[in-house]
């Protein structure tokens, strides 16, 4: 009997589970234990909108430094281009999904990135005493900050959300301008 437990105990350590998998859920419950912690200290949707977006403004002025320094993507000649790559290398780098990218606008500035699944919506049921609350308002903000850093102020909201109910996630990109490129501040 002693051999049997053994044999368990080695076959439990064997099995090995998939460490970015343990990862994104580990983020995600994360995630949640903070937009319940926002809804706790404000208690106001809009406010806590707000501050999701504001987290994430700050977090995508950092992260853009990552994905360049990793990513070995050239610099992109558009904002068309801008949003492909983004759909195809930024969501899988950090959130492991890769939105599709649609809905351009005739003059090239507005696009939508749908999102079949959203890995931050897992494990989630909005309460229905938070009719206003937009959960994954972070990434918006990530966008906005990410792509400022490269020149490009954006618009960035969901339209559609699988949480609501919606059939599926889209967030609507919206090119506001292209801002020019300034020299860091001197230190003298």
Not at 116 to 135: I, K, R, T
Not at 151 to 169: N, Y
Request: contains cysteine.
């Amino acid at each position: 009997e002693a051999k049997q437990g053994l044999s368990k105990a080695k076959m439990s350590r064997g099995a090995r589970t998939d460490p970015k998998k343990i990862s994104g859920e580990l983020f995600t419950l994360t995630y949640g234990s903070l937009v319940a912690q926002l809804i706790k200290d404000y208690e106001d949707d809009e406010a806590v909108n707000k501050q999701l977006h504001k987290m994430g403004y700050n977090i995508g002025l950092r992260l853009i430094d990552d994905f360049l320094a990793h990513s070995n993507v050239p610099r992109c000649k558009d904002f068309q281009e801008t949003a492909g790559v983004i759909a195809k290398h930024g969501f899988r780098m950090f959130l492991g999904v890769s939105p599709t990218v649609t809905n351009w606008s005739a003059d090239g500035k507005e696009c939508s990135l749908i999102l079949d699944d959203n890995p931050l919506a897992v494990f989630v049921e909005l309460p229905e005493s938070h009719p206003g609350l937009q959960y994954s308002n972070l990434v918006c903000g990530v966008l906005q900050g990410c792509l400022e850093v490269v020149q490009m102020r954006v618009e960035a909201k969901f339209v559609r959300d699988a949480l609501r109910g919606d059939e599926t996630t889209e967030i609507r990109l919206k090119l506001l301008e292209l801002l020019a490129d300034e020299a860091p501040p001197s230190d003298e």
